[in-house]
């Protein structure tokens, strides 16, 4: 399964939609329920998920998918 593919899992988890389509533009502007919490949940499941730990200034920098994609795969070598 690719980095994407997980990551979609991921979102229709933490969202409850399992019609949910990301991209790598999606960001938390394109999801209404992607608050806060959400965005602490995303995190959480990635990090359990993908087997990584983000740094603060990493997990503050995330802007939309790609960005958390890049940070993803640059973790994952």
Not at 5 to 24: G, H, P, W
Not at 25 to 46: G, K
Not at 48 to 74: P, Q
């Amino acid at each position: 399964m690719s980095t994407i593919e997980k990551l979609q899992e991921i979102f229709r988890d933490v969202f409850d939609d399992e019609a949910l389509i990301i991209t790598s533009t999606t960001s938390p502007d394109d999801i209404t329920e992607w608050d806060s919490l959400a965005q602490i949940t995303i995190i959480s499941q990635v990090q359990d998920a993908f087997e990584i730990e983000f740094e603060i200034e990493e997990i503050t920098a995330f802007e939309n998918v790609e960005s958390l994609l890049n940070v993803i795969e640059r973790k994952l070598g």
